[in-house]
């Protein structure tokens, strides 16, 4: 395979994948882990590894270009959607989705005022139980929160 790449220093063709990393999570609204945005990537640079997404990820996110999201154990998640808003996540499969109401805008300048630090932004992410990954019985419980399942738990 002819590789035109050659030519370039690393430095370019790390900017070029980097591009196609944030293009491919720009497409989506589904917040995609690494895996997930590796497998397009390779649809168009089937070279490109795991280590190499994950890489630009990570930067992207130090640079504030996009947003990881936890999710307790089954890897981040990222979303480069760029209004600012809060995730719910699934405790058990994993699930990403934006929380659908707007939380008060306040919070930052609230938080700079008290604490004297600038630029200040906020990432909440909440955790809980998808519909799809609740049984019957739990959903009949009809626990909302944390606390109502550990209270019912003595
Ligand atoms: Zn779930
Ligand atoms: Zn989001």
Known sequence: MVE?????SPGRRLTKQRRLILRILESRRDHPGALEILEEAKKV???ISLGTVYRNLKVLAEQGVIK???T??????FDAQPVPHSHLV???????????????ETLDAEVSKQTGYLSV???LTFYGVCPDCATEAERKR?????????????
Do not use: M
């Open 4 to 8: 035109d790449s050659t030519l370039r």
């Open 45 to 47: 640079q089937p070279s």
């Open 68 to 70: 990881e999201i936890s």
């Open 72 to 77: 307790l154990g089954e890897g981040s998640r």
């Open 90 to 104: 699934c405790r058990r499969c994993g699930k990403v989705i934006d929380v659908p109401f707007d939380l008060s």
């Open 121 to 123: 932004s906020h990432a």
């Open 142 to 154: 009809g626990w909302a929160t944390e606390r109502d399942e550990k209270s019912e738990e003595g």
